[in-house]
């Protein structure tokens, strides 16, 4: 604590004199020997530590834990009078965890006047022991409590009873001997500094503590405080320093010192790690408001095993016992981070954990309990409630309750995977195994290192210290096995702590027992202050108490060589190298699959290749060794292999001469290479692209020959019509490629009846086909126009001809009769765009006629429509190449085709050239324009 609590002393400052004369009471404080006449009287505790007192009820039942001396007196005052429950230096004993007469109760909090302190560890929780035998764990009796009278007179009444009080007399007990540990630790210090005895410490323990108006527990506890000057001494100033009540906090300060020291004793007393879990949660963690907690231990495999519980079943112990590696759980994940992991609702957090189906919303604090780097276990925590932001004073408890835990448990044997403790393990923090992890490196043909932990004053992991390095160890800076054994990790090889986090890596090892392994890890190395760097598989494991770290540096000379085996096993080359003087071939192994000989097998000499090719390939072979052996020049040659097994292969053969020191040849090396794969596919590319020529050719000279018949029938222009006040002409724009040549057709001539037929169509599709059809159609039009029929009636005969007498010829197309007589015209359309008619400065297009395309149906009747000319107007008949755009639809263009054709022009052909000429077609197909003008 900060200062002292108590008038007129200093517990920190030397204690005052003690009276040699002055004597202790008989039988009071005076520790009895193990052996002697007073062993196992049953007045002291077994170690001879202290007396153990024999607990006096009021209904006078005399306990088995100790016998009360004769000369004590027994308190007339205070919550026990004439209970005869005193500590063995005379003073009243108190339950552990009892509050002190002059710390007041907490006004607020979850136990508010009963006697219990809040979770931010104000105070501690009382257990009552009344006269009775009743025993309330929250300090305080309910307001209709009466005192345990057994209602049935019966037997087992009775016996119920009897029961209930020997509980009651056996934690009793258990409080006594907690307390008097404390008290005796605190005896052992005013002896240390006094150079007293034992009685004359007891006495000088009374006195300060009436002097300051303390109880002998809080009086012990700041003595121990004082004296040792650890985290449960930080622990309780760290409470005074945040408290707001000053009065108030020095006695709820003492109340937390006594708690954790009480705890403490408890701990470093008990057998086993399930009292030290019982010890935690009755003094110290109830007052938190912690309903259970769990103790685990760290197995090699980084498994858990549960040493120790509390609040829970066993039956949820029982299923709890072992934890495999890699299952995730609270403790997990505070052994994996090395960190305090708090969860404020365990099933928010959707993390397994004992106790979660009893508790399943309540919060848990998991803190790793270790010491000097190394996590010997975690402790778990359990509240029933979800927890809320603990305080840091509650915080600080938390931790030094978690450092106690590690210290119990570095004494524990290690356990096995099965969780179990293994025979023979180490069981003292000397034990670290570092002598047999040595003897065991220098089996290993990589290099090693067996690290141990260096610590400082405070016993905190600073280095690690480089106890041995195996046999096969290289150090990168070239310096001998010597000077590396016995330094530090860091002063050896301080790039370790840099960028490869090499020595991060070792630390989370050796805390949590997790071995570490991954390849091509880049390390540094500093040699002659340059940084060196090499790539390299790391291997890093704990042994007990020990680290071995072992690395394998990758071979840059052995990965090109592997990177050089799968380049020649993927492009099936083999490598060959023949000693001329002395006949020594060497072959790679793919050659003998190549050449098709069994690995026992000698290899083939170059001057006997011969006999391994194809008789029409001996030539080629022959200027091959010539020009290798003779010439002494590179040389390569491809010929056909005859194998044994009958399979022809393809190979290519390169090799160069290299001289020796006389300067004669001596060895010549090279490669074989199966391209059998690329000879055969040059084969079949060659006979790809003699097709493909041959097929052009004849696409070339088919659309050739279509495009001279198509321009035979249809010229670009036509002579001049005979036709009387009517002028008639014609534009045909072929397709730009010749592989598109289309089937549009055009057709005006004079009838026998001097009448004018004109008409434009195109069949669908391209190539000779589309060509062909449009022969068909146009000629048949002409012979059937002959016979006089109107325009409708023409189209309806054409659909016959082109659904019966063509190979399914579809197509659109308009026809008009013009009568020059009349000046009228008789039009009809089959799936074609109507006409359009310049009149003046205006052009339209004409009604949308109803009229199926050529060639869809059998019988199909077009509907007709008459137009009467005047003179100067202009009808136009077109195909869809002159205004069809992909990008565009059909309205558009149409719209766009009127625009240009409102233009003045100064004749007809004027006008059809600056239709195609502004036209925006962009399908390249072939076009077609008819324009006929009334003079």
Same mark, same amino acid.
């Given at each position: 604590? =900060?200062?002292p609590r108590f008038p007129g002393a200093n517990p920190s400052a030397p204690l005052p004199e003690a009276?040699?004369? *002055? ?5 009071? !404080? ?51 009078? +004439? ?34 302190? #809040? ?12 006269? !009775? ?6 300090? #305080? ?8 009278? *057994? ?76 004296? *040792? ?13 945040t408290a707001v009540d000053a009065p108030a906090a020095t006695g709820a300060a003492a109340s937390v ?21 019982? #010890? ?6 109830? $007052? ?11 197995? $090699? ?43 404020? #609702?365990? &099933?928010? &957090? ?33 509240? /029933? ?25 570095? +004494? ?85 702590? +840099? ?57 840059? %000379? ?58 029409? !390939? ?57 391209? %059998? ?39 670009? /222009? ?16 072929? /397709? ?59 189209? =309806?005969?054409?659909? =016959? ?26 039009? *009809? ?107």
């Amino acid at each position: 604590m =900060s200062g002292p609590r108590f008038p007129g002393a200093n517990p920190s400052a030397p204690l005052p004199e003690a009276d040699p004369a *002055a004597s202790a009471p008989p039988g009071a !404080d005076v520790p009895r020997p193990v052996t002697g006449p007073h062993a196992g009287d049953g007045r002291h505790s077994a170690d001879g530590s202290g007396a153990v007192e024999r607990v006096h009820l009021a209904d006078g039942t005399d306990s088995a834990v100790g016998s009360r001396p004769a000369d004590v007196p027994r308190p007339a005052t205070g919550p026990h009078a +004439g209970d005869g429950r005193h500590s063995a230096d005379g003073g009243p004993l108190s339950a552990v965890g009892s509050r002190p007469a002059d710390v007041p109760r907490p006004a607020t909090g979850p136990h508010a006047g009963d006697g219990r302190y #809040s979770a931010d560890g104000s105070g501690a929780v009382e257990r009552v022991h009344l006269a !009775d035998g009743t025993d309330f764990a929250d300090g #305080s009796r309910p307001a209709d409590a009466a005192p345990a009278v *057994a209602d049935d007179a019966s037997p087992d009444g009775r016996l119920a009873a009897t029961v209930e009080r020997l509980r009651g007399e056996v934690r009793a007990a258990h409080a006594a001997a907690e307390g008097r540990a404390l008290i005796e630790l605190a005896k052992g210090v005013i002896v240390e500094r006094l150079g007293c005895g034992p009685a004359q410490a007891a006495r000088q323990l009374a006195e300060l503590a009436d002097r300051a108006g303390l109880s002998r527990l809080e009086l012990a506890a700041d003595l121990i405080n004082q004296a *040792a000057r650890d985290r449960m001494a930080e622990a309780a100033d760290e409470f005074l320093r945040t408290a707001v009540d000053a009065p108030a906090a020095t006695g709820a300060a003492a109340s937390v010192a006594v708690r954790l020291r009480t705890a403490e004793s408890a701990a470093l007393s008990a057998g086993d790690t399930q009292a030290v879990a019982e #010890s935690l949660l009755r003094h110290a963690l109830e $007052p938190l408001g912690a309903v259970a907690v769990a103790i685990w231990t760290t197995g $090699p495999d980084t498994s858990l095993s549960l040493r120790g519980h509390a609040g829970f079943g066993l039956d949820e112990a029982a299923r709890w016992h072992y934890v495999p590696p890699g299952v995730t759980t609270a403790a997990r994940q505070a052994l994996i981070g090395r960190r305090t992991v708090r969860y404020a #609702s365990l &099933a928010a &957090a959707g993390i397994p954990s004992i106790g979660r189906a009893r508790h399943p919303d309540g919060g848990r604090v998991v803190v790793p309990a270790g010491t000097g780097g190394r996590i010997h276990g975690v402790l778990e925590i359990c509240w /029933a409630h979800p927890l809320d932001h603990l305080p840091q004073a509650v915080e600080r408890q938390i931790e030094a309750l978690a450092e106690l835990c590690a210290h119990t448990l570095e +004494g524990l044997p290690e356990a096995s995977p099965g969780g179990f403790a293994v025979p023979g393990g180490p069981s003292v923090p000397g034990g670290d195994g570092a002598a047999a992890l040595a003897e065991l490196s220098d089996g290993l043909y990589d290099p090693a290192l067996v690290l141990t932990p260096h610590l400082d004053e405070a016993g905190k992991l600073v280095d690690f210290r480089i106890r041995h390095a195996n046999a096969h160890f290289q150090d990168p800076a070239g310096r001998p096995r010597g000077s590396v054994d016995g330094a530090l990790l860091l002063e050896a090889y301080p790039a370790t702590a +840099g960028g490869d986090e090499l020595f991060e890596r070792i630390e989370r090892v050796y805390a949590t027992g997790e071995p570490f392994r991954a390849r091509r890890v880049r390390l540094t190395a500093l040699v002659d202050q340059v940084p060196l760097a090499s790539l390299a598989d790391i291997s890093i494991s704990r042994h007990g108490a020990s680290v071995l770290l072992i690395w394998r540096v990758e071979d840059e %000379s052995a990965r090109l060589a592997s990177l050089l085996q799968h380049a020649q096993r993927l492009g099936r080359v083999g490598a060959f190298e023949e000693d001329l003087v002395t006949g020594d071939i060497t072959w790679h192994g793919q050659l003998y699959e190549l050449f098709g000989r069994r690995t026992t097998e000698p290899p083939v000499p170059l001057r006997d290749l011969a006999a391994y090719a194809h008789p029409d !390939d001996f030539r080629t072979i022959r200027r091959f060794l010539q020009t290798v052996l003779d010439q002494r020049r590179v040389g390569s040659a491809a010929f056909r292999m005859l194998r044994h097994d009958g399979v022809t292969r393809h190979i290519r053969v390169t090799a160069e001469p290299a001289p020796g020191t006389d300067g004669g040849l001596q060895v010549v090396r090279g490669a074989f290479q199966d391209i %059998s794969a690329q000879h055969w596919t040059e084969v079949a590319l060659t006979a790809t692209r003699d097709r493909l020529a041959a097929t052009e050719e004849a696409a070339e000279e088919r659309n050739r020959l279509t495009l001279q018949l198509q321009h035979a029938i249809m010229p670009p /222009a036509m002579p001049p019509l005979d036709a009387p006040g009517l002028d008639v002409a014609v534009r045909y724009r072929p /397709a730009e490629s010749e592989s598109l040549v289309g089937g549009d057709w055009y057709d005006a001539v004079v009838l026998p009846s001097k009448k004018v037929l004109l008409c434009v169509g195109d069949v669908a599709g391209h190539g000779v086909e589309a060509a062909t059809g449009m022969v068909v159609l146009r000629n048949a039009l002409r012979g059937l126009a002959v016979t006089g029929a109107g325009p409708g009636q023409l189209l =309806s005969w054409l659909n =016959s001809v082109a659904h019966h007498l063509t190979a399914q010829v579809t197509a659109t197309a308009v026809c008009g009769v013009y009568d020059p007589t009349s000046r009228t015209l008789r039009w *009809a359309r089959a799936g074609h765009l109507p006409p359009v008619l310049v009149r003046g400065e205006e052009a339209r297009d004409l009604p949308l006629l109803r009229g199926l395309l050529l060639g869809a149906l059998a019988e199909v009747e077009y509907e007709e429509a008459e137009l009467t000319l005047e003179p100067g107007d202009t009808v136009l008949m077109y195909t869809d190449g002159l205004v069809e755009r992909r990008d565009t639809a059909v309205q558009d263009s149409v719209a766009q085709l009127l625009t240009v054709a409102r233009q003045p022009a100064d004749s007809l052909e004027r006008r059809l050239d600056q239709l195609l000429a502004r036209s925006k077609s962009d399908t390249d197909d072939d076009t077609c324009v008819v324009g006929v003008q009334v003079s």
